[in-house]
């Protein structure tokens, strides 16, 4: 009963808040999106806060060069966040904006989790990570905020651009490749490790292709 227990009730629990949030969703979507962003910058921030912490005695960078790119992640998150249409923190932006920071804040990771295997065998220079993954942010920020580089992914009254799309694809390649590299090194990671990871490259996969999908930014695929 007690083994049961243990396996029903985290399912059970996690089935019971998805439905608050579907519901939430519904009648309060701005709430919904904050609510689920926000959650997702924590666990980005306490990545990092782990991954620091415990660089000086885990013989392995993989989690520190991980740590490292999604404090980055969590910083275009919070642009994402704010810049939501109907938030009013940036005055002047459109849906465009945050669909761009969605996709800065994805490649950041895609291409993090590609190159964080490589980081098993060899040690990371933190401070060679935290500048090019600054000059990155950084650069992508600055072409979506003032620069205008960055192409459009959402155009209000047509919907996603092909940039955006084709984006998903590429993005949802690369973690696939991320994957594969995982697989080859699995032996590097207990057992239960390896499959959290696969299973959350695989959920990012899934999203990426839900964001092909919408047309409007409150829509269900989102």
Avoid at 44 to 66: D, E, G, H, K, Q
Avoid at 92 to 109: D, H, K, M, V
Avoid at 180 to 198: D, H, K, S
Wanted: aromatic share 16%; hydrophobic share 55%; glycine share 8%.
């Amino acid at each position: 009963h007690r083994r049961a227990a243990g396996v029903f009730a985290p399912a059970l629990t996690g089935a019971a808040a998805l439905l608050v949030l579907y519901l939430l969703s519904r009648s309060n979507y701005l709430l919904f999106h904050g609510i689920v962003e926000l959650f997702g910058v924590v666990v980005c921030f306490a990545t990092f806060v782990v991954a620091w912490n415990t660089r000086t005695w885990v013989p392995s960078s993989f989690l520190l060069f991980l740590g490292i790119a999604y404090l980055f992640v969590a910083a275009v998150g919070i642009f994402h966040t704010l810049a939501y249409r109907g938030m009013g923190v940036f005055p002047g932006f459109t849906s465009n904006q945050p669909t761009q920071f969605w996709i800065l804040a994805r490649y950041i990771e895609a291409f993090s989790l590609l190159l964080a295997p490589l980081f098993l065998a060899r040690r990371l220079r933190p401070e060679a990570a935290f500048a090019a993954l600054s000059l990155v942010t950084g650069f992508g920020l600055l072409s979506i905020c003032r620069l205008g580089f960055f192409p459009d992914c959402y155009i209000e009254g047509q919907g996603l651009t092909t940039f955006k799309v084709a984006s998903e694809y590429v993005i949802s390649a690369v973690l696939l490749a991320a994957l594969r590299m995982l697989y080859v090194r699995r032996a590097a990671f207990e057992l239960r490790v390896f499959r959290l990871l696969a299973g959350g490259i695989l959920a990012g996969v899934a999203a990426e292709m839900a964001f092909t999908l919408y047309t409007d930014v409150y829509g269900i695929a989102n």
